[in-house]
């Protein structure tokens, strides 16, 4: 039984959500709420070893399996970490969720949109976020932020960013009432003012 507030944020690398997402956080202790500021892949636990397969095998990885260590870890974080926090009446920050396999596997690598959609209904038991911020940013200033020292996801390529890029623009438009989109360019300040404004109607 939920009893929080889960609240997803999402967009492609370097687009800011992670500053924002800490931001909130520290605005939502200040108002008295308890919270859980949590990421994917690579909450606390197994989800850190999944993280390190995902991020630095520097070796060939098929699209497949690469969405299934998404999967896997999303699963094991919904079962042990997100729902019993949830039942608890925190409210749920996750950097990162299901649209990022929607956008990074489905529109970035190819995969099959509804077949991602259906394996993450399967991995989330169902668990759908109150709300999803969706922090747009262009391919080029992505990749111009994220420099020099890129991951394994980061090196995909202008095309591939272009794409995710895309994809998180489409998902909100397919699901207007649960995710919102915020221009990741604006000032730190005023993204923020916005985040909080998205925030306080729930
Ligand atoms: P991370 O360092 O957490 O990036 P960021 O700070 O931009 O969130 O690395 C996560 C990477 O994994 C990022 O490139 C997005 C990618 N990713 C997917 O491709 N699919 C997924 O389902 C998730 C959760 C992340």
Redesign the pocket.
């Given at each position: 039984m939920k009893k929080g507030l889960f609240i997803t944020f999402e967009g492609?690398?370097?687009?800011g959500?992670?500053t924002q997402i800490k931001l909130l956080n520290e605005y939502l202790i200040s108002k008295g709420y308890g919270t859980l500021l949590t990421?994917?892949?690579?909450a606390k636990g197994l989800g850190e070893k999944i993280r390190e397969i995902?991020?630095n095998y520097d070796s060939e990885v098929s699209s497949n399996c690469?969405s299934f260590l998404?999967l896997a870890?999303?699963a094991q974080h919904v079962d042990c970490i997100i729902r019993p926090s949830l039942k608890n009446g925190n409210i749920v920050l996750c950097?990162?969720?299901t649209d990022?396999?929607v956008a990074?596997?489905g529109y970035?690598r190819g995969l099959d949109i509804d077949k991602i959609n259906l394996l993450n209904e399967y991995a989330t038991t169902g668990l759908k976020p109150d709300l999803t911020i969706v922090f747009d940013i262009d391919a080029e200033t992505s990749l111009k932020r994220v420099g020099q020292n890129k991951?394994r996801?980061?090196s995909a390529g202008l095309e591939f960013f272009k794409r995710v890029r895309n994809g998180f623009l489409e998902i909100a438009e397919k699901n207007p009432q649960r995710v919102k989109v915020i221009n990741a360019l604006d000032t730190i300040d005023n993204i923020h003012k916005q985040v909080v404004e998205l925030v306080e109607k729930l």
């Open positions: 492609a690398d370097g687009c959500k992670t990421r994917e892949p690579g995902l991020l690469e998404f870890d999303r950097d990162r969720h990022s396999t990074y596997q970035g991951d996801m980061e």
